[in-house]
């Protein structure tokens, strides 16, 4: 067996790796939205006369937000383009900027919100009409 066949047996082996991986992050994150939905029914609906507190609410955004996440890193390893990432990256901190404990000051939500701005910045601009089109492309095929 030369280089070049041992480089290709692991690559196709990492491809496949990279795609049980996706699949269990998959199954996992509809094991959440199960439990999620279960969790919001237990709080809204099944005791409609005692208000929620605004932590429980917290708790729920912050659960659906890690599933956004999961669903997000799937794509990611499914479609292997920078703006995949870039989307990973722009929820996993739109998530932590959403739960910042109340005691920090404002400086998290500066740099977390300076953070996002970048994010978008570089999607912007950096990324051009080529990459989206071959992320489309990648979501079609």
Do not use: Q
Request: proline share 2%.
């Amino acid at each position: 067996m030369d280089k070049k066949s041992a480089k290709r047996i692991i690559l196709k082996v990492s491809h496949v790796f990279e795609i049980v991986l996706a699949l269990i992050i998959l199954v996992k994150v509809l094991l959440g939205a199960i439990d999620l939905t279960k969790v919001i029914w237990s709080s809204y609906l099944g005791d409609a006369l005692d208000p929620i507190a605004y932590h429980s609410v917290e708790a729920i955004l912050g659960h659906a937000l890690a599933l956004v996440i999961g669903v997000e890193l799937v794509i990611m390893l499914t479609l292997h383009t920078p703006e995949s990432v870039i989307d990973v990256l722009l929820y996993a901190i739109a998530r932590k900027l959403l739960l910042i404990p109340k005691e920090k000051g404002m400086i998290e939500a500066f740099i977390g919100i300076c953070t996002i701005a970048g994010l978008f910045a570089i999607k912007k601009y950096l990324f051009t009409d080529k990459d989206m089109n071959k992320h489309d492309e990648k979501l079609n095929s």
